[in-house]
């Protein structure tokens, strides 16, 4: 995740008042549990499987190889052949919960289904009726209408942080960040006892804090108003990342982009 | 017509995370058990800011300890940014290999000198000898081819025997590191096993002791729905059981919550051990590794050095070449003269093969330390970031139950209907942060 990314999640918000509206179309899963379902089951030993293959395979290329480069050559390697296998064996199988997903909350009258692990109190939980249909014969039968519109507002937070100006911002960090710890890693080396070695981590840490609190969290702060103002604009009670919402929802994405651009 | 869902989009990645076991554990909120109360609230959707309630937890300083430790030796170690990385390695290993060759072209000079000097004088004493006896002829000759045979064996012994060294050197490191991967393997498995082993007996304790609890609680609280059941309750007594009732929940809840706590530092402690243990072990097994690959050399440096020593200088058997016409005795007095030459030259031979011997072992022991150190170091840091990690979600995973158990009671009391943690922007939803976090400060008391 992104320096900014990150940082948004950690801000306490403030709330406007007055935009409250009726919450019972809210569903969660708990994807723990539908990874428990014998298809992701057996795909996952399949990865397991092909892992450990490709473990010894990687083990016998990195034997002697001392080269930082080649070593990054072959990691690289091995990464994507990893990533193309997970690809192969869970793509299908997501689908086929996408569907089932949809399917269950069309039934139940939910406009948005989220992940359990953001849902502290409340909602629907729809996990079991999921599990059912994926378990059952036969594919899932997808819904005939697209979900009601939604109180719950979403944005993909990876998509806001290619705006030039946040990439670049975040570039410059991550840049900084590389440099610091390398220097950081150099004092470690000459650190002769444990006292030293915390002073230099301390130190490597609040340099990193300030560099964030002057360069990326004015970014932040912006970028979380405009979210808020597009929110408010469209009537939605609350907006949660992307990578926190199963089905539904309304995507502002391309509102907030375009009021940060 | 059938439209396709329009979540496909948002929910691919968050489903992704399926596959790995990476959606963490739930974090225990069961809708079915709510009875939101009429509240000033009501039907509205709160939100809670998680890090700022997980920062104000009484448990948030093992969490920080824990973050910086796995900062620290993320610094230090592993992967890409290894301090000690496969180039610092090469660089140091490339440096004890100059000085190596360093040592053996001296030792390869010292001992042509030392040659030429024997030549010259067991030359001299011959032709003395062929001299005093009135034979000139051919005393210079077989002097120089004496010489000449000389260098010709020396030279290709030495390499032969260095070259040989070198390759099982090389072989034996390579063994050496593949049994260091293999037996760090095993000890984390071994530890990684302990450990689950003991969760898994504090989880079960855990488990028996909410039981426990339930039960004995299990007759008031009968009690208490008994009441609730009943239609003509007034509003005060409906809400007077109601509270009597979340007192009796939250009371098992702190008894259970806390002996998690307790639990959780006994885990770290012998998290602890086990990574003391595992470390200790390690080392002491990758230093008698070592012990034993640098004996084998030198076993094997022993044998090259009497190879080399017996071989190297003058031919050792066959004699001299005598020149047809000399007699018995004379043949006799140089073939002593030679004999006397070559015990010299090989006794002095000797003490410079045996000062690189010596320099090569102590370059072949700093070599592995070298290839130990790299293999310990990498290994452990992995492994021990690894284990905090684990550590690290386990009780974050506590702490966000206990924050979870506080936010919904006071989303009960509201009649809140539903709430989130992790909102990118609120809008119209109701921020529980600081009254959860007054609630969850109060459990320092």
């Not at chain 1, 002057?214 to 992307?242: E, F």
């Not at chain 2, 590794?289 to 200088?313: F, H």
Request: proline fraction near 4%; include cysteine.
């Amino acid at each position: 995740m992104t320096a900014l990314a990150t940082v948004a999640f950690a801000i306490a918000a403030f709330a406007p008042a007055g935009l409250a509206a009726d919450v019972t179309d809210i569903g969660y899963v708990d994807q723990a549990a539908l990874s428990s379902i014998p298809s992701f089951l057996s795909a996952n030993r399949q990865l397991a499987a092909y892992k450990a293959q490709l473990d010894r395979q990687f083990a016998r290329q990195l034997r002697g190889v001392r080269d930082a480069g080649t070593q990054a050559r072959i990691g690289q390697q091995y990464q994507n052949r990893l990533a193309q296998r997970q690809r192969d064996l869970f793509g299908p199988l997501f689908q086929r919960a996408q569907v089932a997903i949809a399917s269950v909350a069309s039934s139940k009258n939910l406009s948005v289904v989220v992940d359990k692990r953001i849902v502290v109190f409340g909602g629907q939980d729809v996990t079991g009726s999921v599990e059912q249909l994926l378990s059952g014969p036969g594919d899932p039968i997808p819904p005939v209408s697209s979900p009601p519109p939604s109180s719950v507002g979403y944005v993909d937070q990876a998509q806001i942080d290619t705006i030039p100006r946040l990439k670049a911002a975040n570039d410059d960090f991550q840049k900084f960040q590389a440099a610091q710890q390398q220097q950081a890693q150099t004092k470690l080396r000459q650190a002769k006892n444990d006292a030293e070695r915390q002073a230099v981590l301390k130190n490597y840490q609040a340099t990193l804090a300030d560099r964030q609190k002057q360069t990326i969290q004015p970014l932040v702060d912006q970028t979380r108003d405009a979210i808020a103002d597009v929110a408010k604009k469209k009537g939605l009670l609350l907006v949660i990342d992307r990578s926190n919402l199963i089905y539904g929802g309304t995507d502002i994405t391309s509102d907030v982009t375009t009021a940060l651009k | 017509m059938t439209s396709p869902p329009r979540s496909n989009k948002g929910g691919a990645a968050s489903l992704w995370v399926l596959a790995f076991g990476l959606a963490a554990c739930s974090h225990g909120t069961t809708s079915s058990e709510v009875t939101a109360t009429p509240g000033p609230d009501n039907g509205k959707v709160g939100y809670v800011n998680m890090d700022a309630l997980v920062k104000v937890h009484p448990l948030y300083p093992q969490l920080a300890h824990l973050d910086d430790d796995v900062a620290a030796l993320e610094l230090r170690s592993v992967g890409p940014q290894i301090a000690r990385s496969g180039a610092d390695i090469a660089r140091q290993e490339a440096q004890l290999q100059r000085e190596l060759d360093e040592a053996a072209d001296r030792t390869k000079r010292a001992l042509g000198d030392k040659q030429q000097e024997y030549a010259k004088q067991e030359q001299a004493a011959i032709a003395a000898a062929l001299g005093a006896a009135g034979s000139q002829n051919g005393s210079g000759s077989i002097a120089a081819s004496v010489a000449a045979q000389a260098r010709v064996q020396a030279q290709r012994v030495t390499a032969a025997s260095q070259a040989n060294v070198d390759t099982y050197r090389r072989q034996l490191v390579d063994q050496e590191r593949t049994a260091a991967a293999t037996l760090d393997r095993a000890l984390g498995e071994r530890a990684a096993r302990e450990y689950r082993a003991r969760a898994d007996e504090l989880a079960r304790k855990e488990s028996d002791y909410a039981l426990s609890l339930a039960s004995a609680d299990a007759a008031e609280r009968l009690s208490l729905r008994t009441k609730l059941s009943n239609l003509a309750l007034d509003d005060a007594t409906r809400a007077e059981v109601t509270k009597a009732l979340a007192a009796l929940d939250r009371k098992e809840a702190d008894a259970v919550g806390a002996m998690r706590n307790r639990d959780q530092a006994t885990l770290a402690a012998f998290q602890v051990t086990l990574h003391a243990r595992v470390r200790r072990e390690l080392a002491q097994q990758i230093g008698s590794l070592q012990k034993r690959t640098v004996a084998k050399i030198n076993v094997r440096q022993q044998q090259a050095q009497s190879q080399i020593v017996g071989q190297v200088g003058l031919p050792p058997t066959g004699g001299v070449a005598v020149p047809p016409g000399v007699g018995p005795g004379m043949r006799q007095k140089l073939e002593t003269l030679h004999a006397r030459f070559q015990h010299d030259f090989d006794r002095d031979a000797s003490q410079t093969v045996a000062q690189f011997q010596r320099t090569r072992a102590e370059l072949t022991r700093r070599f592995h330390a070298l290839a130990g150190a790299d293999a310990a170091d990498r290994s452990g840091a992995e492994r021990q970031i690894d284990a905090l990690q684990k550590q690290r979600g386990d009780l974050y995973g506590e702490m966000v139950a206990q924050i979870n158990r506080e936010v919904k009671v006071i989303a009960q009391k509201r009649g809140i209907g539903v709430v989130v943690s992790n909102v990118v922007a609120p809008a119209g939803g109701v921020d529980l942060t600081s009254e959860a976090q007054k609630d969850i400060e109060s459990l320092h008391e």
